[in-house]
């Protein structure tokens, strides 16, 4: 979890907060803890790129 934080820019309670709302990387649950696929953390970054006028 502290590795997909990092990557991000964010804490790591941010990342258990986004798995709460649903609204971050996919995620699969082994055991307790959930657990990040590289090509869903990619797939999800890519679809946060902003477009037209507000990407500045």
Excluded: C
Excluded at 7 to 18: D, F, M, S
Excluded at 28 to 41: A, E
């Amino acid at each position: 979890m502290q590795q997909l934080a990092d990557r991000l820019g964010v804490k790591e309670q941010t990342i258990y907060a986004w798995n709460h709302k649903r609204s971050g990387p996919r995620f699969m649950k082994i055991g307790r803890l959930p657990r990040y696929r590289l090509s869903d953390v990619v797939a999800w970054e890519n679809s946060r790129y902003a477009s037209g006028p507000e990407a500045v």
